[in-house]
Structures are given as C-alpha cells and as structure tokens.
C-alpha cells in the first residue's frame, strides 16, 4: 500500500476509535385501546412529547392508540414478549398476572373520582402498584378514565330490569359476579368488538364511562343510559419489568417525572371528560339519559353488593378499608363529609 494511503486509513480509523459509541436511541412502543381524543389517548400523546422534548436522541415513543396493534386479549403478552414496551389497560384486565387488582371492580366500592386519587396516593393504593410484579410486570402508575354507566335498550332502573339482559364486560371475574348478582347474563369481550355486537344485537347492554360511551359511539346504538356510577374504570401505566430495568437509571428517574407530569394532566382530562361527554350525549338526543332515585339507587347497591364478601380474600379486606376510608373523605378540601 503506498505510504500515503496507510497514512489516510490510519488517521480515519483512530478518528473512528476515538469518537465515543453513539447511544442506540430506545423506542418504547405504546399501545393501547381507546382513540385519541380519550383522556388516555391524550396522555400517550402527551407523555410522547415530553419525551420527545427531554430526551430527544435518547428515547423515542411511539403510540398506537385504537386497537391498532393489539386488542385487550393480546396486549399484555405482546407486552411480556417484548414486542411493545408501555400500554394502560384497565385493571379490570389484569385477573390472569393478578387476582388484587379486581379490587377496583368491586361495585359501589369507590364513591367517585376523588376516592379513587385519595386511594391510589395512600400507601396501600401505591403498594398495590406492584401486585403483578412477580408476573413481570410493572405498574408505573394509575390513570384514571372516571365512573361507570349503566346502558341497554330498555330502561334500567331497578336490579330487575337487567334480569336476562345480555351484557358485555370486560375480562374481570369481578365484574362477571356483579352482573350475575342482578341476574343478568355477563359476556367477557374486547374493547373493540363492542360497537358491533350492541349494534348487531349479540349483547343488549354494557356498562362503561361517559367518555368511552361518548368516542366509541355507544350512545348511538343504545336506547337507554343510566346514571349509575356503580363502579371505576381505572387504568394501569404498566411495562415489563425486564424491560424497565435494562433502562439506564438516569433515563429511568427522566422517565419517572415524565410519568408523574402526565398522570396529573391525565386525571384533569378524565374529569373534564366526564362532564363534557356526558353533556354531549345529552344534547345529541340520541338517547334516554336516566337518573336514580336514592330509594332506587340502594336497590342496586344491596343487589351488587355481596360481591365485596365474595372476592374479599383475592383483593384483601385491609385494601376495601382503606377505599371505604376514602370514600368518606372529600379530598378537595381534604375534610371528613
Ligand atoms: C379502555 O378504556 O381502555 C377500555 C375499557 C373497556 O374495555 O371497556
């Protein structure tokens, strides 16, 4: 090799040796299943800037709102495969990794959004954060979506008229015993498929938010909506362990604020959306919108409520307590009602 050609490629690679590695930039693929325009579909979003802002080059999410990736059934394997990284489904989908979490299925147990923060805050709520960890997973912290409606092509107005009514639900054996306890007939189904099998008939109710009734459409293929606030929905910022702990612990504790700045601006949407979904139902005048009279309101409540007895020991008495103690705080002005 002629002098100055040894020259040349000896200076370019000890340039290259001596230039530091560049970092692989890590993508964390988010999916989940409601649209964006849903208090979670706006918090993936949201978290996504803020990564993109504070770790630009480092970290990158990538979002797949909608079912567009995985349905329920699939999320969470996909999750432990390593083929996404993030997902918030309800906890309500959690019963194969977790028995504890049906906790927040139980009806009647949370009095409303703000039982629900004084909750997840405490220390029990922060310690069940944890309860699918031996399964690999991670819970990073709760989101909440707000309080349950009832929904048929009938009024609902005491536990009678929902005797034989078929209704889907999400993958809880909680939620199967509440609709078992009033007689009805509960069908475990995917987010997704829900529109359909109201339109089509092959359920004749459901029981979710005002805002998942609200960008899913529900409230166009159902007659009748009550009022019910019978239970959560609630989600579960959740990763895989394995996962989290081959982050860089710098890139961690980034992430950790993140999460903690986006869950605050999650549960402002939450609320906000539960006014102006349920608002905008109303207005459409696509459907009946009942509220219950407290006489029929405890006629629920008695029908539902042996559940709690029933899953006691797989979501822990300390925990109901703990719920029922909140419940009779208003945390807002942090007083005893
Ligand atoms: C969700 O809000 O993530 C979906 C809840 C459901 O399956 O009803």
Redesign the pocket.
Known sequence: MPIMRLFAVLIICSLAFSQPLMAKEIVIKFS???TEK?P?GKAAKYLQELVTQRLKGKVRVDVYPNSQLYN?KEVLKALLLGDIQLA???L??FGKYTKKWGLFDLPFLFKDADAVACFTNGAKGQALLGAASDKGLKGLGYWL?GMKQLSANKPLITPDNAKGEKF???SSDVLEAQFKAVGANPQK???SE?YNALSTGVIDG????W??IRTKKFFEVQSDFTESNHGV?E?VLVTSTEFWNSLPKDIQTELSAIIKEVTLKETQWALEAARADKEFIIASGRTNIHSLTDAQAAQWVAAMKPVWKQFEDNVGADNIKAVLQCSQVNVVSNERE
């Open positions: 989940h299943v409601t849903t979670k329920d918030a489904p309800s309500s989908k979506n889907r639900i999400m189904m995917s987010f829900v459901q029981e979710n938010t805002s998942n929905l989600y």
